[in-house]
């Protein structure tokens, strides 16, 4: 999906108060950031006004322009929720009991939050759309352009050492969900070089392996000890009613794995990410035109 130019009111000085009352003046980020619970009732109680087709993706998304009468902001809808005995992809893998859910995008948030990475991924509630249920992210602002148009274009991180360490946090990440669709596209940039990820809709499988070893090179300390302390009542508790309980054991499996492969690497592997700053998935009335899919 594309990043499209919301329309707000300009205003100067004292007026700002006056037309803030009257629905008029859209809140910005510089003014009052919101926080993570607050993006969450905003994704539930704001009204929609606008909505559009998203330009990229293959799992039914829309972008939609939202407003409570003082924040207006972007989400992305995806109603996709299929099952099917045996599928086979465009690159000619054969999944059997494959799923496409929006269901996963809001497990995948959750469990964001409980690994203490949810910096680097966006809210996600769930929420009727067009008499269907779905799942209403959070859209992120600044993006700049998307993995694919990073390497197509062969642009350079300016903090190679920063970028490495999200990116280690991706590809763990990605291993303990067993996200079958982490293409390129699912990954943004922001105007900061943050790295963001999206589209967990063919994430949390029931396999007890993981799906490419390889790509645990490094580990953030945080995230290791957050791991560590999962246990399934807790993740009954707070993924469901989005992933099965044979989801669950698959998620601690793989957990198990990812912790022994760190812990015999020791401590070589580990680093400390800093906990990102600045605001760019702080509410704001616009975001700047063009860039990828959300």
């Known amino acids: ?166 990116m280690y946090v991706v590809r763990v990440f990605d291993q303990l969900l067993y996200n079958t669709d982490r293409n390129l596209t699912n990954l943004l940039i922001d105007k900061d070089w943050r790295i963001w990820m999206i589209d967990h809709t063919r994430a949390f499988r029931t396999y007890h392996d993981l799906q490419a070893p390889k790509n645990l090179v490094q580990c953030d300390r945080g995230l290791l000890a957050k791991m560590k302390t999962l246990d399934q009542d807790t993740l009954f508790k707070e993924l469901t009613p989005y992933v099965s309980k044979d989801e669950v054991k698959g998620l601690i499996f793989r957990r198990d794995r990812i912790v022994k492969f760190f812990d015999e690497k020791g401590d070589s592997v580990l680093y400390d990410r800093p906990k990102r700053t600045g605001a760019a998935t702080d509410s704001s009335a616009g975001a700047p035109p063009s860039p990828p899919k959300q």
Not at 56 to 64: I, R
Not at 69 to 95: L, M
Not at 100 to 125: C, E, H, Q, T
């Open 1 to 166: 999906m594309w990043i499209s130019r919301n329309s707000r009111c300009s205003v100067n000085g004292t007026l700002a108060a006056a037309l803030l009352l009257s629905g008029c003046f859209t809140m910005r980020a510089a003014d009052a950031p919101l926080t993570a619970e607050q993006k969450e009732q905003f994704l539930r109680t704001a009204r929609i006004i606008k909505k559009h087709d998203a330009k990229k993706g293959v799992t039914g998304t829309t972008q939609v322009t939202m407003t409570d009468g003082t924040v207006t902001h972007d989400a992305s809808v995806q109603t996709i929720d299929e099952f099917k005995a045996k599928f086979q992809s465009d690159d000619g893998r054969t999944e059997m009991n494959f799923k496409d859910s929006y269901k996963f995008n809001i497990a995948a948030w959750k469990l964001s939050r409980l690994l203490g990475i949810d910096d680097m991924i966006p809210p996600s509630v769930e929420r009727k759309y067009e008499g269907k249920s779905a799942s209403y992210t959070w859209w992120i602002e600044d993006v700049q352009m998307d993995e694919v148009e990073r390497t197509k274009k062969k642009i350079e991180p300016p903090d190679k050492e920063r970028w490495n360490q999200e």
